[in-house]
């Protein structure tokens, strides 16, 4: 297949998401969202498909459709959508026969939501006008209806907030958490429990902490404040205990980490299996004493059962991703327990859904909503690489090349994946590279120290030592790439999105081995990033806060910004391309390094997105994105002698 065919080709992929089984256990409820191509425009279903593969359309349209559950005692079904007013997600219920009812209408717009044990009500998360979606999710700003005036960059009144909201009513009662900002939350038989924050802002998440309070939100029962970032709240059955994963994480949603479990009534904290050589992202209780588990291993995924001892009663490692993106890996489980349903993709494999009826079950495939996809007749041949990195660190990455490569080495794209809390996995296009590939590059995906899927200490690896081991690490996975004849070491490109734009503007800095480099979303100057944007990641990754003047200093001089002064001739062709609302790594840094590159007489070109964050998301800016870099690369690296 050539580029553009792959580009169509891909066009047609539908995300399946969110997914949960019924109470009954007989059916799945999950969303679907795709492209209609004929009409331009994007399609978001939910729907609900049985355990022996037939499905039905429960919701459909325009709009933005998400987080379909079914009630615990009737046939209505709750969602999230921007049905009511365009950008502001409300709480919704598809009634038995297929009526749509919007419930009671909040100030925020919502999050996330929980049924409550009788079906009754819900309870909902929200975050006010003016906060941010997160850099999984586009970081963008959160806005709605029409402006009414100025932006306050620092608004005191601005939370995320919880609504108690009856099922069968048109009223909400606020769950007043005394001020504090939550970011997820669980419900007890007799009260709540919260990760929450004084800061309602990306930088209040990273030094969040956890709660146990009353049904009204009102009587503080227990306080604890983790080492790292903690995420997936599961009460145990018995109400006594909640389970979580603590670890770094760099991005909300990305904590990928050691299961823990807190007692709520004695604050005893215990970590489960924290030696693993893999990260947790998923658990799920099977009874109080055991819990489910999922995660990444090496640039698989891994899943099985956890005794609150410690002890793994079972697991499974397979070369594939079960995961319904590429943040975390996870696995459904029913109400009795016992069967499990993933979303699974891999080499060749696009994502569908599967299901077993027990853990020693084969998956059986339930869906073939991306058949389409499975006409790739010139799928690329993806080798697994091994090297040893800087300190001669073990590590491994993927390596796609053409079908018809014959062996000859070939010009070759660097793909440095974002994060650093990710890696690069078998998944079906990993990277999104697969266009790079039809145009004729060899691709190489470096997993650095700093990632996820080899351990806690492993993925603390790179705290305070930013674009320094880790960049050593990629430069000897590029060498190896040379050595096996993958790669023309005179024909090398560098490209990367956020943490992997980052990395790749400290390439163009710091080395003249790239002929050409492609940043998006992209960090050159760590201090006015860590002062422009919402999150507290340059604290973390620079080993201390940036009030402190050892960190500052490192920070600075860990930026390409600092480094490009020094290059005495920096030889690599730019291009930056970023979204104008990034609220992630804000717009200034591409500005701040396209400027740097001009004043030293580099060929760079500076393309900005409009309406988009921290990803793209239009169909029409993301086709655009891809002839761009693809052009990018072709004219430096063909042109140039082998």
């Known amino acids: 297949m050539n580029f553009s065919t792959v580009l169509q080709k891909l066009d047609t992929l539908h995300t399946i998401s969110d997914l949960s089984f019924t109470p009954d256990g007989q059916s799945l409820i999950s969303t679907l969202n795709f492209v209609d191509v004929e009409k331009?425009?994007?399609?978001?279903?939910?729907?609900?498909?049985?355990?022996?593969?037939?499905?039905?359309?429960?919701?459909?349209?325009?709009?933005?459709?998400?987080?379909?559950?079914?009630?615990?005692?009737?046939?209505?079904i709750a969602f999230l959508s921007d049905r009511v007013l365009d950008?502001?997600?409300?709480?919704?219920?598809?009634?038995?026969?297929?009526?749509?009812?919007?419930?009671?209408?909040?100030?925020?717009?919502?999050?996330?939501?929980?049924?409550?044990?009788?079906?009754?009500?819900?309870?909902?998360?929200?975050?006010?006008?003016?906060?941010?979606?997160?850099?999984?999710?586009?970081a963008m700003r959160y806005h709605w209806g029409t402006e009414d005036g100025p932006e306050s960059a620092s608004n005191p009144v601005a939370k995320r907030r919880l609504f108690r909201i009856p099922a069968n009513g048109d009223a909400y009662q606020e769950i007043s958490l005394n001020g504090l900002s939550v970011w997820e939350f669980a419900l007890l038989p007799e009260g709540i429990v919260a990760v929450v924050s004084e800061d309602a802002s990306e930088r209040g998440w990273h030094h969040a902490f956890l709660i146990y309070l009353d049904r009204d939100g009102q009587q503080e029962r227990l306080r604890y404040q983790p080492e790292w970032q903690i995420q997936g709240l599961k009460p145990s059955p018995d109400g006594e205990s909640v389970a979580f994963l603590?670890?770094?994480?760099?991005?909300?949603?990305?904590?990928?980490?050691?299961?823990?479990?807190?007692?709520?009534?004695?604050?005893?904290?215990?970590?489960?299996?924290?030696?693993?050589?893999?990260?947790?992202?998923?658990?799920?209780?099977?009874?109080?004493?055991?819990?489910?588990?999922?995660?990444?291993?090496?640039?698989?995924?891994?899943?099985?059962?956890?005794?609150?001892?410690?002890?793994?009663?079972?697991?499974?490692?397979?070369?594939?991703?079960?995961?319904?993106?590429?943040?975390?890996?996870?696995?459904?489980?029913?109400?009795?327990?016992?069967?499990?349903?993933?979303?699974?993709?891999?080499?060749?494999?696009?994502?569908?859904?599967?299901?077993?009826?027990?853990?020693?079950?084969?998956?059986?495939?339930?869906?073939?909503?991306?058949?389409?996809?499975?006409?790739?007749?010139?799928?690329?041949?993806?080798?697994?690489i091994e090297w040893q990195g800087a300190e001669g660190l073990p590590l491994e990455g993927l390596v796609l090349l053409p079908c018809e490569s014959d062996g000859q080495?070939?010009?070759?794209?660097?793909?440095?994946?974002?994060?650093?809390?990710?890696?690069?996995?078998?998944?079906?296009?990993?990277?999104?590279?697969?266009?790079?590939?039809?145009?004729?590059?060899?691709?190489?995906?470096?997993?650095?120290?700093?990632?996820?899927?080899w351990g806690a200490a492993f993925a603390r690896m790179n705290l305070g030592d930013p674009a320094g081991r880790e960049f050593e690490d990629i430069m000897c996975g590029v060498d190896a790439c040379i050595a096996a004849g993958f790669a023309d070491g005179g024909r090398l490109g560098v490209t990367g999105a956020s943490y992997g734009g980052y990395l790749t503007n400290w390439a163009v800095a710091t080395?003249?081995?790239?002929?050409?480099?492609?940043?998006?979303?992209?960090?050159?100057?760590?201090?006015?990033?860590?002062?422009?944007?919402?999150?507290?990641?340059?604290?973390?990754?620079?080993?201390?806060?940036?009030?402190?003047?050892?960190?500052?200093?490192?920070?600075?001089?860990?930026?390409?910004?600092?480094?490009?002064?020094?290059?005495?001739?920096?030889?690599?062709?730019?291009l930056l391309l970023h979204g104008r609302e990034d609220r992630c790594t804000p717009l200034g840094q591409a500005r701040e390094f396209h400027q740097a590159l001009r004043e030293r007489g580099l060929d760079t070109e500076l393309v900005i997105y409009p309406g988009e964050g921290h990803q793209l998301r239009k169909r029409a800016h993301k086709i655009d994105a891809w002839y761009r870099k693809r052009a990018w690369f072709d004219r430096y690296l063909l042109a140039v002698a082998g």
């Open 40 to 76: 331009n425009s994007s399609v978001s279903e939910i729907i609900r498909i049985d355990l022996q593969g037939k499905s039905s359309l429960l919701v459909s349209g325009k709009h933005r459709h998400l987080a379909a559950t079914q009630s615990p005692i009737s046939t209505q």
């Open 246 to 384: 603590e670890g770094w994480s760099s991005d909300r949603g990305l904590v990928a980490g050691v299961a823990t479990t807190l007692n709520l009534r004695t604050g005893e904290r215990r970590q489960l299996a924290g030696e693993l050589s893999s990260n947790m992202t998923y658990l799920h209780w099977r009874d109080t004493h055991s819990l489910w588990f999922a995660g990444w291993q090496g640039m698989g995924s891994v899943y099985g059962l956890l005794h609150v001892d410690g002890q793994i009663l079972c697991s499974r490692f397979e070369a594939l991703c079960l995961s319904e993106n590429q943040f975390r890996a996870q696995v459904c489980v029913s109400p009795c327990g016992s069967q499990l349903a993933a979303v699974r993709e891999g080499r060749g494999v696009p994502p569908e859904l599967v299901y077993k009826r027990s853990f020693d079950d084969e998956w059986v495939r339930l869906s073939y909503f991306n058949r389409a996809l499975e006409d790739f007749p010139d799928y690329p041949l993806v080798h697994k």
């Open 511 to 574: 080395t003249s081995r790239f002929k050409a480099a492609v940043a998006i979303a992209s960090i050159s100057n760590q201090i006015s990033c860590h002062y422009t944007c919402e999150h507290d990641f340059h604290r973390f990754i620079n080993g201390g806060s940036l009030n402190e003047d050892e960190n500052f200093d490192l920070a600075w001089h860990r930026s390409p910004l600092a480094q490009i002064k020094k290059n005495e001739h920096p030889c690599t062709a730019t």
């Open 409 to 453: 080495a070939l010009p070759m794209i660097v793909d440095i994946h974002g994060g650093p809390s990710l890696a690069s996995k078998f998944s079906f296009n990993p990277n999104s590279v697969l266009p790079y590939v039809a145009a004729g590059y060899a691709v190489f995906l470096p997993n650095y120290r700093g990632n996820v899927g």
């Open 87 to 138: 950008g502001k997600l409300s709480l919704m219920l598809r009634e038995e026969s297929g009526a749509l009812r919007a419930l009671a209408e909040t100030p925020c717009t919502l999050e996330s939501y929980h049924w409550s044990a009788d079906g009754q009500y819900l309870v909902a998360l929200g975050a006010d006008h003016g906060l941010n979606s997160g850099a999984v999710n586009s």
